[in-house]
């Protein structure tokens, strides 16, 4: 047996649509149909035989089963429509509600079959033939309405499978929520996307080529991206990598503080590493960190620049173990400090001057002058090495101890009696014993 084409299917339906209620009415035995179809369109070699119905037990693609309600003078049918596709295993369980009728499906049913009110028939072949195929009531003694009792039954050519050319971004972080647009082929509206064996947050079909997806969460690696059509044909493609979400900073507090270094902060933000691991910079210079979680940083600044007027902003750099980094651009501002003196090394001298004294303390500048006086005498070679020290060679003085002053710029700190002038220890001569 052979199957007849597309267009004698459409040419068929065409015929039965035309037929009037008293023609269809006058010509239900199925060979009569059968002859009218033929006659009308010259088609009598190819509609000679009809394909036997295909037994239970075959392989098809999907199942589609649809229940058909007979009665006066119509079809119903659910679900509607009435379509299937190529491949499909279709099963039809047909009913009387009322009357005795008749029910035929051109081209997968060799025979009709007839139900009385109440009774009802299986009919099962696979939808291996692409086209319209007309179905109808073979009983005309069902009433003058009979010749309505009409429909057909569309059989849709096989999809062609979706393919994917590419997609980008390539890479998004473990916490999902990246679009990705995938470009490709035959997609279908209805298609799904998922990332390995997740699926997408949403799609959206925008055009038979392109699919925006929203990247699920994932834990970190590569996966591929598939595209699947409602038609069950899907595709898969390439590398999506999911990474670690880089840190990001939220606030830094306080978000000022002395050149002299040694300001508490708390850095905020997210995705922070771990304590030995995570390295913060504030303007190059390595901070100390003493605590580290996932959403928070305790950290104190280190020294400040060593050439500021009065406030120096800074950029804030936050690095995770495996090298992604933040900046929070000029996230902490430097202050220059009123000076002060914290300690003066050696605190002793000779008269003739000529010690080289060192001063710790803070608000020490390169950007302002800087004058030392030991006891209002003034200290030659003042060098400021870094906010919080400074070199200056201590002038004669009388021995006694005196006070040292320290002037930055129009402020100054005083540290009083904070050196000695002494006259060196005289050395004992030996006495030798006779």
Known sequence: MHMRSTTVSVLALSLVSSLSAQQWHQATPLDELLKQIHARHHLVAEMDALPAKVPDGFNAAAVKAFTITAF??????????????????????????????????????????????GQHRTITFVANTPGIFTYACTVSTCGT?????????????????????????????????????????????GASVKFGDTAAVSTTVNSSSSISAISPAHAAGDVAIT????????????????TVPGPTITSIVPATGSTAGGTPITISGTNFGVV?????????????????????????????PLDIVSSAPRDV???????????????????LPAPSIASINPTAGSPNGGTQVTITGAGFTTALPVSVTFGGVAGTNAQVTSPVTLNVTAPAQAVGTVDVLVKVGSAQATSAGGFSYQNPAKKRRAVKLQ
């Open 72 to 117: 006066t003078f119509d079809f119903a049918i659910n679900p509607s429509p009435f379509v299937v596709n190529v491949g499909d295993s279709v099963t039809l369980d047909v009913t009387s509600s009322d009357v005795t009728h008749g029910f035929f499906l051109e081209h997968y049913m060799s025979t009709d079959v007839t139900m009385a009110k």
């Open 145 to 189: 309405g009979h010749g309505d009792m009409v429909g057909d039954m569309v059989v849709q050519a096989a999809a062609v499978a979706p393919a994917i050319s590419s997609f980008t971004p390539t890479s998004g972080t473990t916490a999902g929520g990246i679009v990705v647009a995938i470009s490709g082929t035959n997609f279908q509206n």
């Open 227 to 242: 595209v699947t059509n409602p038609d069950g044909q899907s595709a898969m493609f390439g590398t999506f990598t999911y």
């Open 276 to 304: 030995g691991d995570v390295k913060v910079t504030i303007g190059g210079a390595p901070a100390i960190i003493t605590t580290v979680n996932s959403s928070a940083i305790f950290a104190t600044t280190p020294i400040g």
């Open 317 to 335: 750099v936050v690095t995770n173990p495996d090298g992604r980094s933040v900046t929070r651009s000029g996230g902490f501002t430097y202050t």
